[in-house]
């Protein structure tokens, strides 16, 4: 007979062992009653996009976190050690820590901290724990929160990033600056592309928190991640600005002015490499000094652009074939009163006779109003519509002013055709400029100006042949006339000088505007350049164009060649 009890003790024994390991497993995956284990939503911030060239970022965004506690979390026998231990992480001052958690009841903002002290305060949270610091609630013990958004009420928060410009001025006022407060750009790129830089969406993590008061990632959980804001490339040679700018530095102090502004333009695609004011500022420390330089005056100042409009006359006059270059008109010796004016029209040079385009090379006011007399009313109109004046330039820049000319009307008068031609009585400003010459270097196709890295918009404006006729005689300006400082061997340049009178309160001072727009091409590159001062006081002859627009112009394309970007 077989012995049947010692298999019923290995049964028992087994159903002993699984019954304890039942009630293990229970206790362990089940919860108490009161076990603390809330559904908690942590955000996370999206940020704004950055500003960069192709090898610099000359804005940038970077997190910021707060750091929010309960003052009950803290254990009152251990409040002097928190205290002291987080401000030496911080650098907060120890009276502002005791005063925010004495006034709190709940939830406190302690700080907010960069990224370095928050992985700092993430090291600490630890080392605060391990010494029971923090007050045990429903067996989890609370420490303060970290996050990357600040709660401006119970259901609205707003992501936190610090606006970063790492060259300091440079490139201002075009780059423009962030305006926290308001959580939008203000002028320049930042403004122009606000919608593309800004953030898009904040992020959002949901789920049960475990023991340790980490959310736990399961199918109750929820994963939504931040959109931040998209990057600007920008068309800017940083190096080329940098050193234009202090250039321009120089030459404000040098020549009395009031702003010295440049810009170089590729005449093919329009991408603006370089674009500089000598008034500048820093966006990262913003003085009240700082405020009359945040005006971008490429696009916002107005004024008579003088002689650097006699091409664009010649230029419709060309179009309309109411000029041969080559013919004689008479100049009066530098002096001539029209019966249609009650003052004279005067040269800074006399000639008794000068052919229509050396009317051009010599900056004759005489005959460019003997010549625009020629013009329609609609053909000078029209003609100064079609490069663009009274009308914006297109640029990424926004407020722009798009100045004014003479109605149709007005230009049946000769005395306002006259004073037209030869840049007076109507208000453009420099990019305008900048915009209606780089025709001529362009087989007669306008194209629009850009900043970034963005498609541009293309016009034809000239026939091809009057625009190759329009920069020979540019080219004879350099080469005879009154840019002779713009020769560079090896480079074609060619352009027109102006100096213009300023009017304060309706009368002409002793303060002039002076500027030279012109090109520097070789066999690969072209490109398109303008320089202009305003309200020049330096004293005779060094306000006139071709003692100070034109030497500056002749140092950017110096700069240019030795950069590479032309010359090769």
């Given at each position: 007979?077989?012995?049947?009890?010692?298999?019923?003790?290995?049964?028992?024994?087994?159903?002993?062992?699984?019954?304890?390991?039942?009630?293990?497993?229970?206790?362990?995956?089940?919860?108490?009653?009161?076990?603390?284990?809330?559904?908690?939503?942590?955000?996370?911030?999206?940020?704004?996009?950055?500003?960069?060239?192709?090898?610099?970022?000359?804005?940038k965004?970077?997190?910021?976190?707060?750091?929010?506690?309960?003052?009950?979390?803290?254990?009152?026998?251990?409040?002097?050690?928190?205290?002291?231990?987080?401000?030496?992480?911080?650098?907060?001052d120890?009276?502002?820590?005791?005063?925010?958690?004495?006034?709190?009841?709940?939830?406190?903002?302690?700080?907010?901290?960069?990224?370095?002290?928050?992985?700092?305060?993430?090291?600490?949270?630890?080392?605060?724990?391990h010494?029971?610091?923090?007050?045990?609630?429903?067996?989890?013990?609370?420490?303060?929160?970290?996050?990357?958004?600040?709660?401006?009420?119970?259901?609205?928060?707003?992501?936190?990033?610090?606006?970063?410009?790492?060259?300091?001025?440079?490139?201002?006022?075009?780059?423009?600056?962030?305006?926290?407060?308001?959580?939008?750009?203000?002028?320049?790129?930042?403004?122009?592309?606000?919608?593309?830089?800004?953030?898009?969406?904040?992020?959002?993590?949901?789920?049960?928190?475990?023991?340790?008061?980490?959310?736990?990632?399961?199918?109750?959980?929820?994963?939504?991640?931040?959109?931040?804001?998209?990057?600007?490339?920008?068309?800017?040679?940083?190096?080329?600005?940098?050193?234009?700018?202090?250039?321009?530095?120089?030459?404000?102090?040098?020549?009395?002015?009031?702003?010295?502004?440049?810009?170089?333009?590729?005449?093919?695609?329009?991408?603006?490499?370089?674009?500089?004011?000598?008034?500048?500022?820093?966006?990262?420390?913003?003085?009240?000094?700082?405020?009359?330089?945040m005006k971008?005056?490429?696009?916002?100042?107005?004024?008579?652009?003088?002689?650097?409009?006699?091409?664009?006359?010649?230029?419709?006059?060309?179009?309309?074939?109411?000029?041969?270059?080559?013919?004689?008109?008479?100049?009066?010796n530098?002096?001539?009163?029209?019966?249609?004016?009650?003052?004279?029209?005067?040269?800074?040079?006399?000639?008794q006779?000068?052919?229509?385009?050396?009317?051009?090379?010599?900056?004759?006011?005489?005959?460019?109003?003997?010549?625009?007399?020629?013009?329609?009313?609609?053909?000078?109109?029209?003609?100064?519509?079609?490069?663009?004046?009274?009308e914006?330039?297109?640029?990424?820049?926004?407020?722009?002013?798009?100045?004014?000319?003479?109605?149709?009307?007005?230009?049946?008068?000769?005395?306002?055709?006259?004073?037209?031609?030869?840049?007076?009585?109507?208000?453009?400003?420099?990019?305008?400029?900048?915009?209606?010459?780089?025709?001529?270097?362009?087989?007669?196709?306008?194209?629009?100006?850009?900043?970034?890295?963005?498609?541009?918009?293309?016009?034809?404006?000239?026939?091809?042949?009057?625009?190759?006729?329009?920069?020979?005689?540019?080219?004879?300006?350099?080469?005879?006339?009154?840019?002779?400082?713009?020769?560079?061997?090896?480079?074609?340049?060619?352009?027109?000088?102006?100096?213009?009178?300023?009017?304060?309160?309706?009368?002409y001072?002793?303060?002039y505007?002076?500027?030279?727009?012109?090109?520097?091409?070789?066999?690969?590159?072209?490109?398109?350049?303008?320089?202009?001062?305003?309200?020049?006081?330096?004293?005779?002859?060094?306000?006139?164009?071709?003692?100070?627009?034109?030497?500056?112009?002749?140092?950017?394309?110096?700069?240019?060649?030795d950069?590479?970007?032309?010359?090769?």
């Amino acid at each position: 007979m077989k012995n049947n009890k010692i298999p019923l003790i290995y049964i028992l024994f087994f159903l002993l062992v699984m019954a304890l390991f039942g009630a293990f497993l229970f206790f362990s995956v089940s919860r108490p009653k009161n076990y603390f284990n809330p559904k908690i939503t942590k955000i996370e911030s999206a940020v704004r996009g950055n500003i960069k060239t192709k090898n610099f970022t000359l804005a940038k965004s970077e997190k910021v976190y707060s750091v929010y506690i309960n003052p009950a979390y803290i254990s009152s026998d251990k409040k002097r050690m928190f205290v002291d231990l987080f401000s030496i992480y911080t650098g907060i001052d120890k009276r502002t820590l005791y005063r925010k958690l004495r006034s709190h009841k709940k939830r406190v903002l302690l700080a907010k901290v960069d990224l370095k002290t928050k992985q700092q305060l993430v090291y600490l949270r630890r080392i605060l724990d391990h010494y029971r610091v923090f007050n045990s609630f429903n067996g989890v013990r609370r420490a303060y929160d970290i996050e990357s958004v600040i709660y401006v009420s119970k259901d609205k928060v707003e992501g936190l990033f610090k606006r970063i410009y790492p060259y300091g001025n440079t490139f201002e006022p075009f780059l423009g600056r962030y305006l926290k407060d308001q959580g939008r750009g203000d002028n320049g790129i930042e403004e122009y592309y606000d919608n593309i830089l800004k953030p898009q969406r904040n992020g959002k993590i949901a789920g049960y928190r475990d023991v340790s008061g980490n959310i736990i990632y399961d199918k109750n959980s929820v994963v939504v991640y931040p959109v931040n804001g998209k990057n600007i490339t920008l068309n800017i040679n940083l190096i080329l600005q940098k050193r234009i700018e202090k250039l321009l530095d120089e030459a404000k102090s040098l020549y009395q002015a009031k702003e010295v502004m440049a810009a170089v333009m590729d005449s093919r695609t329009g991408k603006i490499l370089a674009i500089v004011s000598s008034n500048r500022f820093d966006p990262n420390h913003i003085t009240k000094k700082d405020i009359p330089n945040m005006k971008i005056s490429a696009v916002r100042y107005l004024y008579e652009p003088g002689s650097v409009m006699k091409p664009i006359t010649f230029a419709i006059l060309l179009e309309h074939g109411k000029v041969n270059p080559y013919e004689v008109l008479n100049a009066y010796n530098g002096k001539w009163k029209p019966k249609w004016r009650k003052t004279y029209i005067r040269d800074d040079d006399p000639f008794q006779w000068l052919s229509a385009e050396n009317a051009l090379v010599y900056s004759s006011n005489i005959v460019m109003s003997q010549l625009a007399l020629r013009l329609t009313p609609s053909e000078f109109y029209n003609g100064l519509k079609s490069f663009g004046f009274s009308e914006y330039s297109g640029i990424d820049l926004p407020y722009e002013l798009k100045g004014v000319i003479r109605s149709m009307k007005e230009l049946q008068y000769p005395i306002y055709k006259s004073t037209t031609a030869y840049g007076y009585g109507i208000m453009v400003n420099f990019v305008q400029l900048l915009k209606a010459y780089n025709v001529f270097n362009n087989n007669g196709i306008e194209v629009t100006p850009k900043i970034a890295d963005v498609k541009t918009t293309y016009k034809r404006v000239l026939k091809a042949k009057t625009a190759n006729e329009m920069l020979r005689i540019l080219r004879k300006i350099v080469l005879k006339g009154t840019a002779k400082n713009a020769y560079i061997d090896g480079i074609f340049t060619a352009g027109k000088t102006g100096t213009a009178h300023v009017s304060v309160h309706n009368k002409y001072e002793k303060i002039y505007n002076s500027s030279f727009f012109g090109f520097a091409d070789d066999n690969t590159h072209k490109y398109t350049i303008g320089v202009t001062f305003l309200d020049i006081k330096a004293p005779f002859p060094n306000y006139f164009a071709s003692q100070s627009a034109v030497p500056l112009f002749k140092k950017i394309v110096i700069i240019m060649k030795d950069e590479k970007l032309i010359g090769d």
